[in-house]
């Protein structure tokens, strides 16, 4: 009898270790993101004073209930559909009213800002918006609540297990050193500028491994001179060349500097993601891939251009899933599809069943029938750290 219970004390004590094995080797992988507008889910939507947010309609048409959501597109991110077709839940934004350390160690967090750059200085006109180093600073915080909620030792795996997406760069032309009204566009020339965002993006991504990523992507631009505002602002209606050359310069660098990183710094896999190719195939030849318009916005106002955000009162174009961009700066949720499938084919990500939540409508639907609710003037009352109501100036 002795026999007896003892094996059955062995086998209850096999199985409560399995149990615990099984717990431990279970750890959910989740995102953070890092990024500008292309990303951005939310935040900037509740930075009351910014002047870069997706808040009316038409945005979001193609996501969800098909009301205004945070993303600067009729429909998905980048991000949303390569972390869906490698089986990663959607990050909430940092800013989500209803995000909780629990959420953050089932989804991960985004902390994307339209408007945000390298740079600190990039995008001072929208008011407020985080620049990466205050992303940065805020996932410092989330990972302070995560260390208090389950003990820096598992906290230290969770974060070095997660994956890590980094997604700026464009603003950094387009709305700083492109633009006269910025001391950068006259203190450096395009090969020091390049060098400056080099340098700066460099001490980023060693700080983000310092605070435990280990896998991380690095998105590169697209031909930033082809979207519509570049083109519209040009003489001949043409991309604007010069802003291109930047963009590969960009590539071609920060390439470079993902692949060293990723040989210096101890356990880190940084890999660089590059569809400007196939996004400019896309544009010089539409039809090839099913597009009728790669020159102007699906959401406009008629004639009256730029129009910069798409508005209510704008009029919408007949199919949206045949123009590359939805307004003048974003690409539209099916080029964003092309995107991310360029990104997920080149870097070698393997693809999983993905969920269907989010995906756009195959036809044009209705305006929403009711307006979008303001959005807060204060961050939302949580455990999570605060956005400051105003940009610190070191951020601007």
């Not at 990024?35 to 996501?63: C, H, M």
């Not at 991960?108 to 985080?130: D, K, P």
């Not at 700080?207 to 991380?216: M, T």
């Not at 174009?317 to 092309?338: G, K």
């Amino acid at each position: 009898m002795e026999s007896l219970n003892m094996k059955m004390i062995r086998a209850v004590m096999i199985i409560a270790v399995l149990g615990i094995l099984s717990q431990l080797g279970s750890c959910k992988v989740v995102q953070f993101i890092f990024g500008d507008s292309l990303s951005d889910v939310g935040n900037n939507e509740k930075l009351a004073k910014s002047a870069a947010r997706a808040s009316l309609p038409w945005y979001g048409i193609d996501f969800g209930d098909g009301l205004p959501n945070g993303r600067f597109s009729n429909g998905r991110t980048v991000a949303d559909i390569i972390g869906d077709h490698i089986g990663l839940p959607r990050p909430p934004a940092f800013l989500d009213p209803s995000l909780t350390e629990d959420k953050i160690l089932e989804n991960g967090v985004n902390f994307a800002s339209g408007g945000g750059g390298i740079l600190n200085e990039t995008g001072g006109l929208f008011i407020q918006r985080f620049c990466l180093y205050k992303q940065i600073e805020l996932f410092r915080g989330t990972q302070e609540l995560i260390r208090r909620k389950i003990g820096a030792e598992e906290a230290a795996k969770f974060f070095e297990g997660a994956n890590y997406v980094v997604a700026l760069g464009s603003n950094d032309f387009i709305n700083n050193y492109l633009q006269p009204v910025y001391s950068d566009s006259w203190k450096y020339t395009d090969a020091t500028f390049i060098d400056y965002l080099m340098g700066t993006l460099e001490n980023q991504l060693k700080l983000l491994h310092s605070l435990g990523a280990r896998q991380l992507v690095v998105f590169g631009l697209g031909p930033i001179g082809c979207i519509p505002l570049q083109r519209i602002l040009s003489s001949s209606g043409g991309c604007q060349e010069r802003t291109n050359k930047l963009a590969l310069s960009f590539n071609k660098a920060s390439a470079k500097l993902v692949n060293d990183l990723s040989r210096s710094l101890p356990n880190a896999t940084y890999q660089f993601g590059d569809a400007y190719d196939v996004v400019a195939d896309v544009i010089a030849n539409p039809n090839k891939y099913g597009f009728n318009n790669s020159d102007s916005p699906c959401c406009s106002l008629g004639g009256i251009r730029p129009a910069i955000l798409c508005l209510p009162l704008s009029t919408l174009c007949a199919n949206r899933s045949t123009y590359v961009f939805w307004d003048e700066y974003h690409p539209s949720d099916r080029a964003n599809e092309m995107i991310a499938k360029e990104i997920i084919r080149k870097l070698g990500f393997l693809y999983t069943n993905s969920t269907s939540n989010g995906s756009p409508s195959p036809s044009p639907a209705e305006a929403p029938a009711r307006s979008t609710p303001e959005a807060p003037t204060e961050a939302p009352a949580r455990s999570t750290p605060e956005a400051p109501t105003e940009s610190p100036s070191s951020d601007d």
